[in-house]
């Protein structure tokens, strides 16, 4: 008899901490508010260069390219006389920084212009209808 006491015992413990840790997280995806980004307006651009990019070439290209209004200065990437960077397409668009670029310095350079097949491809990696990702798009709205 004094067995079946604890066991109960053990059982309603463990079902109370149960419930509680279930409502607390319950409460927290409930009160979650959505990410909220800081630059939700960011866009990645390329030059590609006909001449190799040197280590005194690449750090003139990076200075220049952070002189030029709407690049953010930590996210230029120089390599196989390749110039990748990112920018604000609300103050400015590749078109502007690659005139602006060659008219600092006249490089042997030209924009990338991605082809029209690759244009209208979708890139998210993520099925859409997928039963997962209907199921996350319904309770992330249910939630917010």
Avoid at 26 to 45: D, F, G, R
Avoid at 53 to 67: E, F, G, H, P, Y
Avoid at 75 to 104: A, C, G, P, Q, W
């Amino acid at each position: 008899m004094k067995i079946n006491k604890t066991l109960k015992r053990g059982l309603w413990s463990v079902l109370v901490i149960v419930v509680l840790l279930l409502s607390i997280m319950l409460y927290h995806i409930i009160t979650a508010k959505p990410a909220v980004y800081e630059s939700p307006n960011l866009q990645v651009s390329r030059i590609d260069f006909k001449t190799t990019i040197d280590s005194v070439q690449a750090k003139q290209i990076c200075s220049d390219l952070r002189s030029i209004k709407g690049l953010t200065s930590d996210s230029i990437i120089v390599k196989r006389n390749v110039v990748v960077y990112f920018h604000n397409n609300k103050i400015t668009n590749s078109k502007k920084v690659y005139d602006e670029l060659m008219h600092k310095r006249h490089y042997d350079a030209q924009p990338y212009i991605l082809p029209a097949n690759l244009a209208n491809k979708e890139v998210c990696p993520v099925d859409q209808n997928s039963f997962s990702y209907k199921m996350a798009k319904s309770l992330n709205q249910i939630f917010n």
